[in-house]
């Protein structure tokens, strides 16, 4: 079975890493700025569309409030970004947000902010892969045709390069990301030459639409409520920000400085772009609508549900670089891909959070370990599968899927910068240096003002985005909360448990005897090799134990144990009902209700087979018989194992497979001391 799931293991994945390597993982600014910020960067493909989506309710005149709406996100964002870097300075550990607010707000609040991250990090690989799927099919019909089979497929192979190792995927990761960055910025500033200075009239494929407005003529709180609305829609320009301050352990040395630098970087190229592409989608009249079949309108008629809305970013490169030329595939392909890659942020933090909770005992202890490539395997695993639910129940509709993000991220937002606050509060009142304490006071305003301000996003989001999604956010929030929250209960009722008495104890106290039964079917050699092994432990009583299911064979095995003169006596349960197992175990309980304080020693002789689906031929009943014993105090149960000749047959295999080397494996030629050159098996090889 191993052979049969090692090789295509080795196929996807690569060679396993030893834990001494760990440190080859590690990644430099350019690896970890495509890694780490691949989601806000990305975030520029659908957050403008998602403003003009939501202004175009109150039709094509409220486009003109959607500059002050990216107004209002810059400054959120370079606020949430000169937050976190106060956060990776002090946090350097890759707690993230959950540390903050675990150390300084108590374990409910840090439950709160792990169980949104968790919610947001599945939520940014639906997005993200949905959204890419969209941008890939305004050039590629066929992908768009097939969002939901596309959108899996991608999951598949974003999975396995990250099961690969985070470095080795951060560099197939690196050139999508740098040529839509660079694309980015050559389409605004392509745009805005032609634009600006040859005064070229540039038009959107949708600038000769018109929008139906839902409510036309909105006023005072329905306007202000609107604009709050598209104010949050477009604050998905800031998903991801906090994967860096949580994935600081996989930067190089000097961790925390690279970090904070990777985002500073990564704020000034995101809010760039973002207002590039908001004041561009203006120039090239990009209509948006979020029912386009019904609200964009031709010739007064509506366009049909065979209408195809492009999202923002394709359209205003279809206006700059023109339909169907090189630039704007290549722009719409480094979009998609990117889109893709933005996922990895989560694929990042996901298992990295993970980790940590596990470790904390809040979620699975299998959670903590790496796997053959140093990489979180189960958490990478268990991120791909949520990812694909929630594409496979929303069809793969970035703009359904929208919805429900952005809430886990501002509720993380909210509570690590207040449990900010407090960690400055705390070392101000035991720091005396007055230049420290200076960087602590400028520190804690700056904390001060992010939590107020993402606390007021948040609030808004909560309010005008509850009815169109939100709610299942929150939901997902609740079962993560209330599911880690029984996890730690279960592991602290364990612990309590096991945990070693400070004085003598029953589980210390030797028993009074020990009672051995050798479960015996037939007289064969795994039968007396188990007797004999019996008989070496000096048990105070030893005994064998058939069921009889079958008279004659019963009567046989009673004449043989006879004749061979074994001086274990044998022991005949009767089975009306053929029952193997019930049988057994009731006996043994009933040795326990005799003599409680008398140890039951059960030896069960098995075959070692050696390939997988011999299995399914032996050893079933042993299978069963163990598991029940497994709940019955005061019961030892030891297997006998009899290796049969495929066995050793698989063993030889093994070793041979071991020491084989793949041609080219071993180097030849002349070597210190002389023109010999030794194998690893020791046979000397002629240079």
């Not at 107004?71 to 947000?97: C, E, I, K």
């Not at 043994?588 to 059960?602: C, N, W």
Request: charged fraction near 20%; aromatic fraction near 8%; charge should be positive.
């Amino acid at each position: 079975m191993s052979k049969l799931t090692d090789v295509p293991k080795r196929i996807l994945i690569g060679r396993a890493l030893r834990s001494d390597r760990l440190g080859e993982t590690l990644l430099p600014k350019r690896i970890a700025l495509p890694v780490f910020a691949s989601d806000p960067l990305s975030s520029v493909a659908y957050a403008p569309g998602e403003v003009l989506l939501v202004l175009s309710i109150a039709g094509v005149s409220a486009y003109h409030f959607s500059p002050w709406i990216a107004v209002a996100v810059v400054v959120l964002m370079f606020t949430v970004v000169a937050s976190y870097r106060q956060n990776v300075h002090a946090y350097p550990s890759g707690g993230g947000d959950y540390e903050v607010a675990n150390t300084n707000l108590g374990p409910k609040a840090g439950l709160t902010v792990a169980s949104a991250l968790l919610v947001d990090y599945v939520l940014t690989v639906a997005v993200s892969i949905s959204s890419g799927i969209e941008n890939l099919g305004s050039a590629v019909p066929f992908v768009v045709e097939n969002k939901v089979l596309c959108a899996v497929a991608v999951i598949v192979l974003l999975t396995l390069m990250n099961l690969r190792g985070v470095k080795e995927s951060g560099k197939l990761f690196a050139i999508p990301t740098y040529v839509f960055v660079t694309g980015v910025f050559l389409l605004i500033a392509w745009g805005a030459f032609r634009g600006l200075v040859l005064g070229d009239t540039m038009h959107a494929p949708t600038s000769d639409l018109e929008i139906k407005p839902e409510h036309q003529g909105l006023a005072g709180f329905a306007l202000v409520f609107l604009l709050l609305r598209a104010f949050s829609s477009g604050c998905a320009a800031l998903t991801g920000v906090e994967a860096i301050s949580n994935g600081v352990p996989a930067f190089r040395k000097p961790k925390s400085k690279n970090a904070a630098t990777t985002l500073a970087l990564m704020g000034g190229l995101a809010v760039t772009m973002f207002c590039g592409i908001i004041a561009l989608a203006l120039a090239t009249n990009v209509r948006m609508a979020e029912q386009p079949a019904h609200d964009l309108l031709r010739d007064g008629q509506p366009v049909g549900s065979g209408y195809v809305q492009d999202p923002v970013i394709s359209q205003v490169a279809a206006a700059v670089f023109g339909q169907g030329t090189f630039f704007f595939i290549l722009l719409a392909t480094a979009t998609a891909l990117v889109l893709f890659l933005a996922a990895n942020t989560a694929y990042n933090g996901f298992p990295l959070l993970g980790s940590i909770l596990a470790q904390d005992r809040y979620l699975p202890r299998q959670l903590h370990t790496r796997g053959d490539r140093l990489a979180f395997s189960n958490g990478i695993v268990l991120l791909a599968g949520a990812a694909g639910l929630l594409v496979w129940i929303y069809g793969a509709d970035s703009t359904k899927l929208i919805q429900l993000y952005i809430v886990g991220v501002f509720v993380s937002f909210t509570l690590s910068q207040t449990g900010m606050v407090r960690h400055w509060n705390r070392h101000l009142r035991a720091e005396k240096d007055p230049a420290k304490r200076r960087h602590m006071i400028r520190s804690r305003a700056i904390n001060a003002f992010g939590a107020f301000f993402t606390g007021l996003v948040l609030v808004v989001v909560l309010i005008t985005k509850f009815t169109h999604g939100a709610w299942v956010a929150l939901l997902g929030m609740v079962i993560f909360y209330a599911t880690m929250s029984a996890i730690r209960r279960h592991y602290d009722r364990v612990a309590e448990e096991i945990a070693a008495p400070e004085g003598p104890s029953d589980d210390s106290v030797r028993p009074s005897r020990v009672h051995s039964i050798v479960l015996v079917s037939k007289l064969h050699r795994p039968t007396l090799r188990a007797i004999a092994y019996a008989k070496l432990m000096r048990s105070d009583t030893l005994e064998a134990l058939s069921i009889n299911v079958d008279s004659a064979e019963t009567k046989a095995l009673k004449e043989e144990w006879e004749q061979r003169g074994i001086s274990v006596p044998l022991k005949i349960l009767d089975s009306p009902y053929r029952e193997i197992t019930r049988p057994i175990i009731d006996y043994v309980k009933g040795l326990r209700r005799e003599s409680p304080r008398d140890a039951v020693s059960v030896i069960i002789p098995e075959y070692v087979v050696g390939h997988w689906y011999e299995h399914l031929l032996h050893n079933q009943s042993a299978l069963r018989l163990k598991g029940r014993l497994l709940f019955t105090p005061g019961v030892m149960v030891t297997s006998v194992p009899y290796q049969l000749d495929s066995a050793e047959a698989a063993k030889k295999r093994a070793r041979r497979r071991q020491d084989w080397n793949a041609p080219g494996a071993v180097r030849r030629g002349p070597v210190e001391g002389g023109g010999k050159a030794k194998a690893p098996g020791g046979n000397k090889q002629s240079s």
